[in-house]
């Protein structure tokens, strides 16, 4: 079994040892119940050390691809309830529904890839707020949430042009906490507001959660369609107006100054509430200009789970004293507060400068990942909307296959894709998929864009 593992990558050797098995079994359909080769073997003929070997296999076991049996080294396990919620998880951002296989590359997935998260600096902040933080383990924040993390959050924004004072963050159990409590608290049943066509799929369940109806905007590659946000502003009276402004999900587009400037303007003719959604604002280090940089009206939400954890549930919104101050009462009755002790962790790793580190690394990553991922679409002759320059994600679509066939070829090549409705607000079908950046190299995507390329090799 040849891993091919590279030793100049970024990506630690354990994990690249874990890709490749998960590749080589589903390359080689290995059923489950099959016995791997032989640790000593693999470290053997890949040049590895056994003990680099039996960490990634434990991984595995955790995962629950491999099990561990006396006697008989690592077998391949029987898909279990728990893979199947891993599964149920990923339909929840966007992914495939289930396709009942395990161990498939979610290709559209919304986030970085459990194989790009670093634990070391998040397990020392964690460590360290455990031992000198003793409110930090018991008590609850404040309503605004920790000052120290407002600070440096209010720091972070200053090179985006988002200048603004203390009264006006408030943390929130990431983003989503942030959308909310602004649904809940600025909006009421009957209301109408404007969201992006394509678009993230929970904001459309939060909305009409809420009994609010959703009015359609084109996205375009530099932002909504101004056009038809005009008419819809003036036909429809809306209440609210979310725009997910910079690396856009999914389709990876940001928001150019003109149309920013244009919806500026709409959204203040005719009276409506401007949410700006920038939860991928950290993955590139470009500044852009920010809808809430140019007018203090704006609402901006901001989170740390895509870059940092989505677990420690770290998010903020930026808006006027007044409306800061209604959130932070809806939250408070609602949720007696944020986690203090993800809002010390996050403070630590922001004070230390590991989350700047970090976000170093990830961008150098990504920035490379993505250059490959558009030069594997070119070569396959897909359609590319946009070619983002930033960001997690590319919206692309086969020009040669139908989609039934695509999919086809994604499942042959143990590839799980973005759903074909869930951008839509309306839940209407489309053949454009959401491409992760940080997975579309691995050898399964590169195996199916291949085979999705006019005259492919007849592989199957
Ligand atoms: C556009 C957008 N907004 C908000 C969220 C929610 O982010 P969080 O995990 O911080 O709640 C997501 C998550 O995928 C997203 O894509």
Known sequence: MELRIDRQALVPVVQQIVDALVCWLHCNEVAPGARLPPVRQIARINLLSQSCVVEACERLVVKGVLESRQGAGFVVATPTLAAQVRQDDLCFQGAEPKSGQLCELQLGCGGLPESWRE????????????????????????PLGLPALREQILKRLKPLEIDVEDSRIMTTAGASQGLDLIVRTLFKPGDYAVVESP???LLFDLLRLHGISLLEVPRTPHGPDVAVLEQLLQKHRPRGLFI??????????SLVPVVAQRVLQLAKKHGVLLIEDDVYADLHSG???????????????????????????????VASAEVIARLAEV???????????CEAVLACLLGNGAYRKLLKRQRQRLSSDRQAALQLLEDAEWEVFGKPAAGLFIWARSRWLEG?????????????????????????????LRINVACACDKRARAFFQATAPNRPQSF
């Open 119 to 142: 634990t070391d600096d998040l397990i020392y902040a964690i460590r360290q707020v455990s031992r000198t933080d003793m409110t930090g383990l018991f008590n609850y924040s404040t």
């Open 199 to 201: 678009g993230y799929p």
């Open 244 to 253: 997910n402004s910079f690396h856009h999900n999914p389709t990876g587009g």
């Open 287 to 317: 500044t852009g200009v920010r809808l809430a940089a140019l007018d203090d009206s704006v609402i901006y939400v901001g989170s740390y789970s895509k870059t940092l954890s989505s677990s420690l549930r770290v998010g903020f919104v």
């Open 331 to 341: 939250k408070m009755i609602s949720s007696m507060g944020a986690s203090r002790f």
């Open 404 to 432: 039934a066939e695509v999919r086809a070829q994604a499942q042959r090549h143990g590839v799980a894709l973005s759903s074909a409705t869930a951008f839509s607000p309306l839940g209407d079908p489309c053949d454009w």
